[in-house]
């Protein structure tokens, strides 16, 4: 017990000179100092040997028989530096030194041990805890050369090890190593063991603001000191995140927005931000004096009722958009649609009905002829809603992977995008998007429900 009290009272003496949390890409580089302890006894049988000696046992036989075979010298005997590469891989340069005065239960004279070793370790810490866990096992390869007293050989290194992270700056790092000597005449197979603690440094500034990115509270856009490290745009006085207009220098009784006319009312509340208006009318004029501001007035200088919106002509159809405004002056429509019909739920479906004999090619975006009759259909119905903007939606079934399938429905709906526009469709009264296998509409458990989910659908841009 005497050696394993001495690793276990040198690794809890080094907790005091204090090192770090886990390596990120925030804080890369991380340097170990820790103590180490050499076992040559359970690392296999030799050639020849068919059951244990003094020398050597079976693979992890007596693994922790600490006072009969463990080397430990009662001082700093590790260190390592390591640079953390990304995706939870980091790589570490160790070296460590040892004092051999037992080979199994065999005692020797006191052979010096330097070994320096590289390390590739893989951190499961962040899919068992999620970032910022304190348990952080890894496994890990890595190859070195060991020299014992004047005797040198090559090991190739595997390793396991679990870190736990006990505060901001510090961690401490327990490990096993086996190291296989490449040398058979010369070389000392060996188990390593270490524990020591971590500092990490380098800290990331992404943005290039002088503050790191675990102290700044906008690590992606340059800031300043005083906003802890976010930006005030238009240089007001206001951080952008309280700035309602960050990119236009304005007042604090405003949060940070102009009041370009001066009528007390702030330009994005003002429905006439760059004309002198009235508190009661939200910031505009009313020129003719008949209750309708200039802006909603189809006539601001010649009075009108406001059913008419504020203009004396007539509105032939009656649907309360006047006649030099309405698109559609002999049939009802909305205001909304510019005095035009808007589209109704039936003619939605009954673009649908045609969408549903759109066919594709294969796996392709390609169309095929025969469903140019029903496309031509689609467009006509299009054209009798000139003020209306279409969405042409492309599904799959779940059938293949979630990115495949958003690739493919993007690119047939923009197929039919596309075709609709060379039969007379302008490109601006058309959108497309892609949703995948997302929104289906029956189960993907049957080829009947699998078939509904592989569709065009047509629906209001909103």
């Not at 103590?35 to 693979?59: C, H, K, W």
């Not at 028989?65 to 160790?94: C, E, L, T």
């Not at 002056?329 to 109704?344: I, L, Q, R, S, Y």
């Not at 003020?387 to 047939?412: P, Q, V």
Request: aromatic share 8%; hydrophobic share 30%.
């Amino acid at each position: 017990m005497k050696h394993l009290n001495t690793f276990l009272v040198a690794t809890l003496l080094l907790l005091g000179v204090g090192v770090a949390n886990a390596q990120d890409e925030n804080n890369p580089w991380a340097i170990e100092v820790g103590v180490n302890a050499v076992d040559t006894f359970p690392v296999g049988l030799r050639d020849g040997q068919t059951e244990s000696d003094a020398l050597n046992g079976d693979l992890f036989e007596e693994f922790y028989n600490v006072n009969d075979h463990w080397n430990i010298v009662p001082s700093v005997s590790k260190v390592s530096i390591g640079r953390y590469i990304g995706s939870g891989f980091s790589f570490a340069a160790v070296g460590t030194i040892n004092k051999i005065e037992k080979m199994g239960d065999v005692s020797v004279d006191d052979l010096s041990y330097i070994a320096a070793d590289g390390e590739i370790k893989y951190s499961f810490r962040d899919l068992i805890n999620g970032p910022g866990g304190w348990f952080d096992p890894s496994i890990g390869v890595g190859g070195g050369y060991t020299w014992v007293d004047d005797i040198g050989f090559g090991t190739a290194n595997g390793l396991a090890s679990v870190r736990i992270w006990i505060g901001e700056n510090l961690g401490v790092n327990f490990q096993t190593a086996y190291k296989h000597a490449f040398e058979d005449a010369y070389g000392v197979k060996h188990f390593q063991h270490s524990a020591g603690v971590v500092f990490k440094f380098g800290g990331k500034d992404t943005d290039g603001d002088g503050i790191f990115d675990k102290d700044d509270e906008c690590p992606e856009t340059p800031g300043l000191p005083e906003f802890n490290g976010c930006p005030d745009t238009d240089g007001d006085g206001i951080e952008d995140r309280n700035d309602a207009c960050p990119n236009t220098p304005g007042l604090a009784e405003f949060n940070g927005c102009p009041d370009t006319d001066g009528d007390g009312i702030p330009d994005p509340q003002d429905a006439c931000p760059t004309v002198f208006g009235l508190a009661a009318l939200n910031g505009c004029p009313d020129a003719d004096g008949d209750g309708i501001t200039d802006a909603e007035d189809a006539c601001p200088n010649e009075a009108g009722p406001k059913a008419n919106n504020g203009c004396p002509y007539q509105d032939r159809d009656g649907d309360g958009v006047l006649d030099k405004d309405d698109q559609c002056p002999d049939v009802p429509g909305t205001v909304a649609n510019k005095g035009c019909p808007e589209v109704t739920v039936e003619i939605i479906q009954q673009l649908n009905e045609y969408s549903k004999t759109i066919l594709f090619d294969y796996d392709k975006a390609t169309i095929r002829q025969e469903s140019y009759s029903a496309l031509q259909s689609i467009a006509n119905i299009m054209k009798e809603y000139p003020n209306t903007t279409f969405h042409i939606e492309g599904h799959t079934d779940s059938r293949g992977s979630d990115a495949y399938n958003m690739k493919l429905s993007k690119e047939r709906a923009a197929s039919v995008m596309n075709y609709l526009t060379t039969i007379g469709m302008t490109s601006n009264r058309l959108t497309s998007e892609g949703y995948g296998e997302a929104r289906p509409v029956a189960t993907n458990n049957t080829a009947a429900g699998r078939q509904q989910n592989r569709r065009v659908e047509i629906s209001l841009q909103k």
